[in-house]
């Protein structure tokens, strides 16, 4: 069911809004890959923009290297999935507001490049609106506070069908980042908004980011429980 649109630019794609709360990784991850088949199948299906928090879990890149994680892939605990996205090893957990864009680049650009430097605009939009100043590093990927990681990016295209996406560090525990080498890069820290602005709420952000995707996309946004 979908109810009225939430932003409304003229002469644009739509784009369905899934809003939801805490979802374990591999339960949003079968729904990508649904989501994804669906939209191979039937290339006239409006794009997806998923937005969601994880319980605690570690997430490798197809070709991330083992050597990145402090702790024995084997365990049981913590929770680890290998999955097709790009980049290396990230950490997800609550206070981290993650999102899944199931966007047909067939209807905006064909161009990975491009496509990663438009996630990284959202971002990048996103801390503008709440007045700090993000900036980019130079062959790398990703959004950046005061030299602190903010905002990280991994994705995967399938016939110009993308899925995976960015995590934009809120007010998470950033204790987990100490398990890892984040996305390999050993001498750039991990950071928060929280940091830069005490007591910021993923609630407070969500809306934000919505209207930066939609303007960054150029799509129109309207909410959706399917």
């Given at each position: 069911m979908v109810?009225?649109?939430i932003h409304q630019p003229l002469n644009t794609q739509?784009?369905?809004?899934?809003d939801w709360g805490q979802v374990p990784y591999s339960q949003a991850w079968e729904i990508q890959q649904k989501l994804v088949q669906e939209r191979r199948d039937q290339a006239d299906l409006p794009d997806v923009l998923i937005l969601l928090e994880h319980p605690p879990?570690?997430?490798l890149g197809m070709g991330a290297k083992l050597e990145f994680l402090k702790f024995d892939p084997r365990q049981t605990q913590p929770e680890l999935h290998r999955v097709e996205?790009?980049?290396?090893?990230?950490?997800?957990?609550?206070g981290q507001l993650v999102g899944y864009p199931i966007l047909n680049l067939r209807r905006h650009q064909q161009?990975?490049?491009w496509y990663l430097r438009q996630l990284e605009e959202v971002l990048l939009g996103v801390?503008?609106?709440?007045?700090?100043?993000?900036?980019?590093?130079?062959?790398?990927?990703g959004v950046w506070?005061?030299?602190c990681k903010v905002g990280a990016i991994g994705i995967k295209v399938s016939r110009w069908i993308t899925m995976h996406g960015f995590a934009l560090n809120v007010c998470p525990d950033l204790a987990g980042f100490g398990q890892i080498v984040p996305c390999g890069i050993p001498d750039r820290p991990v950071g928060s908004l929280e940091q830069f602005i005490p007591g910021i709420e993923v609630d407070q952000v969500r809306s934000i980011l919505v209207a930066e995707f939609a303007r960054v996309f150029a799509v129109e946004i309207v909410r959706s429980n399917v």
């Open positions: 109810s009225p649109l739509a784009c369905l809004l899934l879990v570690y997430t996205r790009g980049g290396e090893v990230t950490y997800h957990c609550p161009d990975l490049h801390l503008e609106v709440l007045g700090l100043k993000g900036s980019r590093v130079p062959g790398m990927t506070v005061d030299g």
